[in-house]
């Protein structure tokens, strides 16, 4: 039984101008083919075909040139997939940001430029520790200096 509801009720010339839209090929690509042989042959290795074997076997199973409207379906959630999890991976960047950048205006606050030259030896002591703090604790995905 199809699914029914989103892509599903939407015709073929439907997807096709958003798959254009988002800059999906409406032209089965060799990953495509490849995704499709290994559905519809499960347990045989594909990834080595090219040219004329990818052509007997796109043949031989019956493998349009253009996507039909499962396919264009699956490159539409794949690509959607894609897009959610860079935008998450683009959220968690920021937020460590966010974060380093709290504590280095933390660390910051605590400076007071010394009054004097005797005190200078403590002055530095504080920049010290704080860059010894910052760097101790990492963000994922940010790299210390």
Not at 20 to 32: A, E, F, R, V, W
Not at 63 to 69: A, F, S
Not at 96 to 106: G, H, N, S, V
Not at 122 to 129: G, I, L, S
């Given at each position: 039984m199809q699914p029914s509801g989103g892509l599903h009720d939407l015709t073929v010339k439907e997807l096709q101008e958003?798959?254009?839209?988002?800059?999906?090929?409406?032209?089965?690509?060799?990953?495509?083919?490849?995704?499709?042989?290994?559905?519809?042959?499960?347990?045989?290795?594909?990834?080595g075909l090219s040219g004329d074997s990818l052509i007997a076997a796109k043949q031989k199973l019956g493998v349009g040139v253009l996507k039909n409207k499962q396919e264009l379906i699956h490159a539409l959630e794949k690509a959607a997939g894609q897009e959610l999890a860079e935008k998450a991976k683009q959220e968690a960047a920021s937020a460590a940001l966010q974060k380093t950048k709290a504590l280095i205006e933390e660390q910051v606050g605590k400076f007071v430029l010394p009054a004097g030259p005797e005190q200078f030896a403590a002055f530095m002591a504080a920049v010290y520790n704080a860059e010894a703090t910052a760097q101790s604790r990492p963000e994922p995905g940010l790299r210390t200096v």
């Amino acid at each position: 039984m199809q699914p029914s509801g989103g892509l599903h009720d939407l015709t073929v010339k439907e997807l096709q101008e958003m798959a254009k839209s988002k800059g999906i090929s409406l032209n089965m690509t060799k990953q495509d083919v490849i995704e499709l042989l290994d559905q519809i042959e499960p347990g045989v290795d594909h990834g080595g075909l090219s040219g004329d074997s990818l052509i007997a076997a796109k043949q031989k199973l019956g493998v349009g040139v253009l996507k039909n409207k499962q396919e264009l379906i699956h490159a539409l959630e794949k690509a959607a997939g894609q897009e959610l999890a860079e935008k998450a991976k683009q959220e968690a960047a920021s937020a460590a940001l966010q974060k380093t950048k709290a504590l280095i205006e933390e660390q910051v606050g605590k400076f007071v430029l010394p009054a004097g030259p005797e005190q200078f030896a403590a002055f530095m002591a504080a920049v010290y520790n704080a860059e010894a703090t910052a760097q101790s604790r990492p963000e994922p995905g940010l790299r210390t200096v």
